[in-house]
């Protein structure tokens, strides 16, 4: 089992570069596939970006492509997600998730909310313009 507790968000102005962490308890977290995802009010949760095992693989929702990097710490159990060139669209809460496996490949599972085992409490962030 893994506890994730996320933390870097807040109220930032539109253009900002914030960075967000998310650290995870336990001793295998090198085996858990990380994830990102986001709430904001009145609309459903959904997919930020994904990394593997090792973080050589990443993936991204095409809304946030080319301006958020997901990257993972194996030795200090944490992934984080750098934010740049914030929008106001891009508030809401944000949530690390992981999971160990997926239904069929971490490809076709990663943007799926579904297929994520772990949770973390989230972590507001707010854009102002």
């Known amino acids: 089992q893994v506890q994730l507790v996320e933390s870097g968000g807040g109220l930032v102005q539109a253009g900002d570069s914030p960075r967000l962490s998310c650290a995870a308890s336990g001793r295998t977290f090198s085996s858990y596939y990380m994830g990102w995802f986001r709430q904001a009010p009145g609309k459903e949760r959904e997919f930020v970006a994904a990394?593997?095992?090792?973080?050589?693989?990443?993936y991204y929702a095409d809304s946030v492509k080319g301006r958020f990097t997901i990257s993972r710490d194996n030795a200090k159990n944490t992934v984080y997600l750098q934010m740049i060139s914030l929008k106001p669209e891009d508030t809401a809460v944000y949530y690390c998730?992981?999971?160990?496996?997926?239904?069929?490949?971490?490809?076709?599972?990663?943007?799926?909310?579904?297929?994520?085992?772990?949770w973390g409490q989230g972590t507001q962030v707010t854009v102002s313009s």
């Open positions: 990394v593997s095992l090792t973080g050589l693989s990443t």
């Open positions: 998730a992981a999971s160990r496996t997926f239904r069929s490949s971490w490809y076709h599972g990663a943007s799926d909310a579904v297929e994520y085992e772990y």
